[in-house]
């Protein structure tokens, strides 16, 4: 483990870190995470009227229509605001030369629904959601990229300095905006390709991969292993999470319709299933500390558990630790992965209920398991008897560490 952690730390990480700062994937990122409060609203929309009670199904059935409007216009609008989203952060990013970020979505914004255009030249509105992110982060990126060239290379409209700034300013994107549109308008109208067709195809071997039990087995252990090192997981490799939220869309549209969802590992899956108290489920081991012979540890214990209720757990994963430390990164790398591999069967079974609803990630585990599946009962058991299967992979390595701790106190005594 000690050779793993080492190759993990010199080869990997430098690698990994070049990764997470990258100009593109920070955009992603950040783009992403703005979205996330319309998702949990319109989530809270779709659920209200499908409550798996069939007394509160029936008296909502009549209003059913009135309150997915919401979710019509926060779920089903995540790809219109990632195209300005996106685009805002990509221009953010640059730094040798100022791209106003404003002027960017906009231009971004408009080009998406220029790329969003039917054979019939009618917007299609079906892709404003989920299924049309791919195509809101190229054009982003696509459009970010324009306006860079130009205004390094001093190809704007240039005011004199009596104008107003903020005159000057929406004129500088009017050649890069212009230019933008017509590439965008070329392939579209003028060839006939259809960019959304064309992206979906290109991204969904990774979507299908991440759908996919060694797939999602794969991403989730070097996820750990990052950790491991001190790195953000999450953060590194959230270049995912377009993947995820798209298979969360199509599965929330197949709940609203009485139909199967179709993608195991939508997103949700990771927050109601694997991260109990946080990544890597370290909510039991934080009740392993509280029960500590060890005074540091039953106090790390008791000042963890209020964050960790609340899937926070950097103090765990600090203050054990579990970074940079080869025994305690075992269990949390092996309590992910068998949880992972436990929910991913009985879903693929359909011996319990897929996510089809997107709870605040902050939610308290078992209960973000009945929201994320729309109530589902079987999944919140198998929630409960997650955080036991937790605690026992935790148990013995935690044993061992305590033991270590009491031996190192009697000899200082």
Same mark, same amino acid.
């Given at each position: 483990? #000690?050779?793993?952690?080492?190759?993990?730390?010199?080869?990997?990480?430098?690698?990994?870190?070049?990764?997470?700062?990258?100009?593109?994937?920070?955009?992603?990122?950040?783009?992403?995470?703005?979205?996330?409060?319309?998702?949990?609203?319109?989530?809270?929309?779709?659920?209200?009227?499908?409550?798996?009670?069939?007394?509160?199904?029936?008296?909502?059935?009549?209003?059913?229509?009135?309150?997915?409007?919401?979710?019509?216009?926060?779920?089903?609008?995540?790809?219109?605001?990632?195209?300005?989203?996106?685009?805002?952060? =990509?221009?953010?990013?640059?730094?040798?030369?100022?791209?106003?970020? +404003?002027?960017?979505?906009? &231009?971004?914004?408009?080009?998406?629904?220029?790329?969003?255009?039917?054979?019939?030249?009618?917007?299609?509105?079906?892709?404003?959601?989920?299924?049309? +992110?791919?195509?809101?982060?190229?054009?982003?990126?696509? *459009?970010?990229?324009?306006?860079?060239?130009?205004?390094?290379?001093?190809?704007?409209?240039?005011?004199?300095?009596?104008?107003?700034?903020?005159?000057?300013?929406?004129?500088?994107?009017?050649?890069?905006?212009?230019?933008?549109?017509?590439?965008?308008?070329?392939?579209?109208?003028?060839?006939?390709?259809?960019?959304?067709?064309?992206?979906?195809?290109?991204?969904?071997?990774?979507?299908?991969?991440?759908?996919?039990?060694?797939?999602?087995? &794969?991403?989730?252990?070097?996820?750990?292993?990052?950790?491991?090192?001190? &790195?953000?997981? $999450?953060?590194?490799?959230?270049?995912? #999470?377009?993947?995820?939220?798209?298979?969360?869309?199509?599965?929330?549209?197949?709940?609203?319709?009485?139909?199967?969802?179709?993608?195991?590992?939508?997103?949700? =899956?990771?927050?109601?299933?694997?991260?109990?108290?946080? $990544?890597?489920?370290?909510?039991?081991?934080?009740?392993?500390?509280?029960?500590?012979?060890?005074?540091?540890?039953? *106090?790390?214990?008791?000042?963890?558990?209020?964050?960790?209720?609340?899937? &926070?757990?950097?103090?765990?994963?600090?203050?054990?630790?579990?970074?940079?430390?080869?025994?305690?990164?075992?269990?949390?790398?092996?309590? *992910?992965?068998?949880?992972?591999?436990?929910?991913?069967?009985?879903?693929?079974?359909?011996?319990?209920?897929?996510?089809?609803? %997107?709870?605040?990630?902050?939610?308290?585990?078992?209960? *973000?398991?009945?929201? %994320?599946?729309?109530? #589902?009962?079987?999944?919140?058991?198998?929630?409960?008897?997650?955080?036991?299967?937790?605690?026992?992979?935790?148990?013995?390595?935690?044993?061992?560490?305590?033991?270590?701790?009491?031996?190192?106190?009697?000899?200082?005594?």
């Amino acid at each position: 483990m #000690n050779k793993l952690m080492s190759f993990v730390e010199d080869k990997m990480a430098p690698v990994f870190s070049k990764l997470a700062a990258n100009h593109h994937m920070a955009a992603v990122r950040d783009g992403m995470m703005v979205t996330i409060p319309l998702t949990i609203i319109g989530s809270i929309f779709l659920m209200i009227p499908n409550i798996p009670i069939d007394a509160v199904t029936t008296f909502f059935e009549p209003y059913a229509g009135i309150f997915t409007t919401v979710t019509s216009v926060t779920l089903d609008a995540v790809g219109l605001v990632a195209a300005f989203t996106i685009a805002y952060y =990509f221009a953010k990013g640059y730094s040798d030369v100022e791209v106003d970020p +404003l002027i960017t979505a906009m &231009i971004s914004g408009v080009s998406f629904l220029l790329a969003t255009l039917t054979d019939e030249f009618t917007i299609d509105t079906g892709l404003f959601g989920t299924k049309g +992110l791919f195509t809101a982060m190229i054009v982003a990126f696509l *459009t970010g990229s324009i306006l860079h060239l130009f205004i390094k290379k001093d190809l704007v409209i240039h005011f004199p300095d009596n104008v107003p700034p903020m005159v000057s300013t929406s004129f500088m994107g009017l050649i890069p905006g212009l230019v933008t549109l017509v590439i965008i308008w070329i392939v579209r109208i003028i060839l006939g390709i259809n960019i959304n067709d064309v992206l979906t195809a290109i991204f969904s071997p990774l979507v299908f991969a991440l759908n996919t039990l060694p797939g999602f087995m &794969i991403f989730m252990f070097i996820r750990c292993l990052l950790w491991g090192v001190g &790195i953000h997981g $999450g953060a590194v490799l959230s270049i995912a #999470n377009p993947v995820f939220l798209t298979m969360f869309g199509e599965n929330a549209a197949a709940f609203a319709a009485g139909t199967t969802p179709p993608f195991i590992t939508a997103n949700g =899956f990771m927050e109601g299933f694997i991260f109990f108290g946080g $990544g890597g489920a370290t909510l039991p081991l934080v009740f392993l500390m509280m029960r500590s012979k060890d005074k540091g540890f039953k *106090t790390l214990g008791k000042l963890c558990l209020p964050s960790s209720l609340f899937e &926070i757990n950097e103090p765990v994963v600090f203050g054990v630790p579990i970074v940079m430390n080869p025994l305690m990164i075992i269990p949390y790398i092996l309590a *992910t992965e068998v949880l992972a591999l436990g929910t991913y069967l009985l879903m693929y079974f359909n011996i319990i209920g897929r996510v089809v609803v %997107n709870a605040p990630w902050t939610m308290p585990p078992v209960i *973000t398991a009945y929201l %994320n599946t729309g109530g #589902n009962i079987p999944a919140t058991i198998w929630s409960i008897v997650e955080l036991f299967i937790a605690g026992a992979i935790y148990y013995p390595f935690f044993k061992i560490m305590e033991k270590q701790r009491l031996q190192e106190e009697n000899e200082e005594a």
